[in-house]
């Protein structure tokens, strides 16, 4: 069971696998998500982070196998963004396959969880990531 966060966070979510993104909304609204913005594949969410009018997510959960633009794509983009590399990013796929995994962590993702969704490893992934935030903002000089 998730610890709720210190502070309420805004999520994107690119998966197109609907059953998946019921699933992995529940369990990132148990653990406090204020906002959580789905879209279909790599294109969609790369214009959602591009558009000012949008809010910056706190959080991006990325498939890897989508159309269009995949998620390996996305997080190559992503991570090269000077605006968009600080979002952390929780890779979940269904690929356990060495050079995904080895490949996502190269591209700077934050975690790596393969599907089927073992919610306990998910919420762990969430909770680090959440737990890493805050100690490191915490520590950042006041101007």
């Known amino acids: 069971m998730m610890i709720a966060p210190a502070r309420p966070y805004d999520v994107l979510l690119v998966e197109d696998d609907e059953a998946d993104a019921l699933l992995i909304q529940d369990a990132l609204q148990a653990r ?3 906002r959580l913005t789905q879209v279909q594949d790599g294109v969609a969410g790369l214009e959602y982070l591009r558009d000012r009018a949008n809010p910056r ?23 090269e963004d000077e605006d968009l590399r600080t979002i952390p990013v929780v890779v979940l796929t269904t690929s356990a396959a060495p050079e995904d ?12 969880v393969t599907k089927p969704v073992n919610l306990d ?11 890493f935030y805050l100690e490191t903002v915490t520590q950042l000089p006041r101007s």
């Open 32 to 34: 406090g998500a204020r």
């Open 101 to 112: 995994v080895t490949g996502a962590y190269r591209r700077h993702a934050n975690a790596y």
């Open 57 to 79: 997510p706190d959080l991006i959960v990325l498939d890897l196998n989508m159309p269009r633009m995949n998620g390996r794509e996305l997080l190559a983009v992503i991570k």
């Open 121 to 131: 490893d998910f919420e762990r992934a969430v909770q680090s990531i959440d737990m």
